[in-house]
Nanobody
Framework: QVQLVESGGGSVQVGGSLRLSCVVS????????MGWFRQAPGKGREGTAS????????TYAASVKGRFTISRDNAKNTLYLQMNNLKPEDTAMYFC???????????????????WGQGTQVTVSS
């Protein structure tokens, strides 16, 4: 059973930065689509970024493009999300997700993913 554990959330001021991590256990890290999603209070879950753990292509939502960077360290079975120039509207619970995928680009669509972590809270204050 694949398990995902996020960390790195916290409270920052507008313009600050955070790096989220997601450690994968219970399965192979390679040949997976992995993504970062977020959910603000009273709103649906929104995809922010995705990456293929073997081939590497990335996809970003328009709302985070140029500010967030998704990356992975296959040796550490870890997915990252570097978030810069944070805004109040970035406040949300952030989740990592994974699905088995032989290759290609990875969607930032919630319904496409099989495995989910419990989330880590990010709060941006002005």
């Amino acid at each position: 059973q694949v398990q995902l554990v996020e960390s790195g959330g916290g409270s920052v001021q507008v313009g600050g930065s955070l790096r989220l991590s997601c450690v994968v256990s219970g399965g192979t890290f390679s040949s997976k689509c992995m993504g970062w999603f977020r959910q603000a209070p009273g709103k649906g879950r929104e995809g922010t970024a995705s990456i293929h753990t073997t081939t590497g292509p990335t996809t970003y939502a328009a709302s985070v493009k140029g500010r967030f960077t998704i990356s992975r360290d296959n040796a550490k079975n870890t997915l990252y999300l570097q978030m810069n120039n944070l805004k109040p509207e970035d406040t949300a619970m952030y989740f990592c997700a994974a699905k088995n995928a032989p290759g290609g680009s990875c969607p930032v669509r919630e319904s496409a993913y099989t495995y989910w972590g419990q989330g880590t809270q990010v709060t941006v204050s002005s």
